[in-house]
């Protein structure tokens, strides 16, 4: 059964990248308002334990609740891979991860059955799309790498930069020597890299977004009211001023002021 009348959805991840995830969101359902919350000043995730993570999830789901959200997004691969199920036991409405719909997505796409994932230390330890994806393929061959220097380089500001190109090839070697036909972006961050990932990986391979399986898996399972003026609410935990000029990179659009938010 779906849920029904939602109108405001919560957001939030490490950073800007789960904006890619809204970004996505709004292009699904363009009358639904949206508020995010970026834990900057605690950025990144991807390098902290896994307690750390789940105590800074739980934190940020109670602050977009008390923002009105009625339904939450983790739009932080990281986030999810360690902290969903706990968040899901914590608070009674509905909570989604972006692994399982990205996994699927895979999973579907493939001919070889062989995957690759990139994404960040912590994502890539959890093993979570390799976990999801042999659940729903058991012949699958999963393949994952870390690349923790991307998400730095994409916060900075730099996405095109000749170095960020040359860190990306370098990480994608291993992937391209396993014949893999499918990628997969291990972090929402990427969204913002996918054109040059595609170019360093080849045409011959399908990409896999985690921003466009969420907001599938979203319209799929919910239904939302319709309103005329969604309103769009940003949060960051430090510096909103960086967070609104690389953050427009991400969501596609200007950005109205953005707030300090975070632990309540």
Same mark, same amino acid.
């Given at each position: 059964?779906?849920?029904t009348?939602?109108?405001?959805?919560?957001?939030?991840?490490?950073?800007?990248?789960?904006?890619s995830?809204?970004r996505?969101?709004k292009?699904a359902?363009?009358?639904?308002?949206?508020?995010?919350?970026?834990?900057t000043g605690?950025?990144p995730?991807?390098?902290?334990?896994?307690?750390?993570?789940?105590?800074?999830?739980?934190?940020n789901?109670?602050?977009?609740?008390?923002?009105?959200a009625?339904?939450?997004?983790?739009?932080?691969?990281?986030?999810?891979?360690?902290?969903?199920?706990?968040?899901?036991?914590?608070?009674? @409405? =509905?909570i989604?991860? %972006?692994?399982?719909p !990205? &996994?699927?997505?895979a999973? /579907? *796409?493939?001919k070889? #059955?062989?995957?690759?994932?990139?994404?960040?230390?912590?994502?890539?330890?959890?093993?979570s799309?390799?976990?999801?994806?042999?659940?729903? @393929? =058991?012949?699958?061959c %999963?393949?994952?790498? !870390? &690349?923790?220097?991307?998400? /730095? *380089?994409?916060?900075? #500001?730099?996405?095109?930069?000749?170095?960020?190109?040359?860190?990306?090839?370098?990480?994608?070697?291993?992937?391209?020597m396993?014949k893999i036909?499918?990628?997969?972006?291990?972090?929402?961050?990427?969204?913002?890299?996918?054109?040059?990932?595609?170019?360093?990986?080849g045409?011959?391979?399908?990409?896999i977004?985690?921003?466009?399986?969420?907001?599938?898996?979203?319209?799929e399972?919910?239904?939302?009211?319709?309103?005329?003026?969604?309103?769009?609410?940003?949060?960051?935990?430090?510096?909103?001023?960086?967070?609104?000029?690389?953050?427009?990179?991400?969501?596609?659009?200007?950005?109205?002021a953005?707030?300090?938010?975070?632990?309540?």
């Amino acid at each position: 059964m779906k849920h029904t009348s939602i109108s405001l959805v919560g957001v939030f991840d490490s950073g800007l990248g789960g904006l890619s995830v809204v970004r996505a969101l709004k292009m699904a359902l363009p009358h639904t308002s949206f508020v995010y919350f970026g834990d900057t000043g605690r950025f990144p995730y991807g390098t902290k334990s896994t307690a750390t993570v789940r105590r800074y999830s739980m934190e940020n789901t109670s602050f977009l609740l008390s923002k009105g959200a009625e339904v939450i997004v983790v739009g932080c691969n990281t986030a999810t891979s360690v902290a969903l199920d706990t968040l899901c036991k914590k608070f009674p @409405l =509905p909570i989604f991860g %972006v692994i399982e719909p !990205a &996994a699927k997505k895979a999973a /579907s *796409l493939t001919k070889n #059955g062989r995957i690759g994932v990139i994404g960040t230390i912590r994502t890539i330890k959890s093993q979570s799309y390799n976990k999801a994806i042999e659940r729903l @393929l =058991p012949e699958a061959c %999963v393949f994952s790498t !870390a &690349a923790p220097l991307l998400v /730095s *380089l994409i916060e900075d #500001g730099s996405p095109s930069h000749t170095i960020t190109r040359d860190i990306v090839r370098e990480y994608l070697r291993p992937l391209k020597m396993q014949k893999i036909d499918t990628l997969l972006l291990g972090c929402t961050h990427y969204s913002l890299l996918r054109n040059l990932i595609q170019e360093e990986i080849g045409d011959a391979v399908s990409i896999i977004d985690p921003a466009d399986s969420i907001a599938e898996a979203l319209c799929e399972t919910l239904s939302f009211s319709q309103k005329d003026n969604p309103k769009y609410q940003f949060f960051a935990s430090d510096d909103p001023t960086r967070f609104k000029k690389v953050g427009e990179l991400f969501l596609g659009m200007k950005m109205e002021a953005i707030s300090i938010g975070g632990v309540l």
